[in-house]
């Protein structure tokens, strides 16, 4: 059975820096072609993919905010995590955690979501 | 990257076929067959419905289904039910290695 878990700070201040985690059951990371994603949802607003790391290490971010985000793996401890610098109000969102099948382009199991709020 | 383009709102009566698009570019949609589409309930994550343009998971109804004509996907519920109410995001593999999903549709059953 695959479970997503997403950690982290529910509120955090403007220019402060969010770590996220997700702990991961069901499969491994390791797996020839498994990725793992971040996903956002700012209340109300749509989704948007922010990082995405692969089974090999490699590892992939979103244009618009490639210069803040950092994604890396515990594969000891079945655990991604995400960080974001400089957090800003805009930011205010559900983080969510999803998983990539092997050799796949699509989103099959996703965490519950964690609600971040940027504020002072 | 820029978000793929939805309807904002899409409705129907109980019973009717309704059809959701999702246009992109040549870089997304229109350069392979990697298009998904993600059901959303309020206060739910998103659940997959099709992937790779037309695929349905085991356990998704056979009353949605998906399609793709150059860089527009589209997403064809029919047979709408009550139950169907729901925030849609389609989402596309993009050539960098990165994903862009779409506006979002909502659908209401009249």
């Known amino acids: 059975q695959v479970t997503l878990k997403e950690s982290g700070p529910a509120l955090v201040k403007p220019t402060q820096t969010l770590t996220l985690t997700c702990t991961f059951s069901?499969?491994?990371?390791?797996?020839?072609?498994?990725?793992m994603s971040w996903i956002r949802q700012p209340p109300g607003k749509a989704l948007e993919w922010l990082a995405r790391?692969?089974?090999?290490?490699?590892?992939y971010y979103s244009a618009s905010l490639r210069t803040r985000l950092t994604i890396s793996q515990d594969t000891s401890k079945n655990q991604v995590v995400l960080t974001m610098t400089n957090m800003d109000p805009v930011d205010t969102a559900t983080y969510y955690c999803?998983?990539?099948?092997?050799?796949?382009?699509?989103?099959?199991?996703w965490g519950q979501g964690t609600l971040v709020t940027v504020s002072s | 990257q820029s978000a793929l383009t939805q309807a904002a709102s899409v409705s129907g009566s109980p019973g009717q076929s309704i059809t959701i698009s999702c246009t992109g570019t040549?870089?997304?949609?229109?350069?392979?067959?990697?298009v998904s589409w993600y059901q959303q309930e309020p206060g739910k994550a998103p659940k997959l419905i099709i992937y790779d343009v037309s695929n349905r998971p085991s356990g998704v109804s056979y009353r949605f289904s998906g399609s793709k004509s150059g860089n527009t996907a589209s997403l064809t519920i029919s047979g709408l039910q009550a139950e169907d109410e729901a925030d849609y995001y389609c989402s596309s593999y993009a050539r960098t290695g990165s994903f862009v999903f779409g506006t979002g549709t909502t659908v209401t059953v009249l």
């Open positions: 999803v998983r990539t099948p092997r050799t796949e382009y699509y989103f099959d199991y």
């Open positions: 069901g499969f491994s990371l390791t797996t020839n072609g498994m990725r």
């Open positions: 790391i692969d089974w090999d290490d490699d590892k």
């Open positions: 040549g870089s997304d949609v229109g350069g392979h067959n990697y």
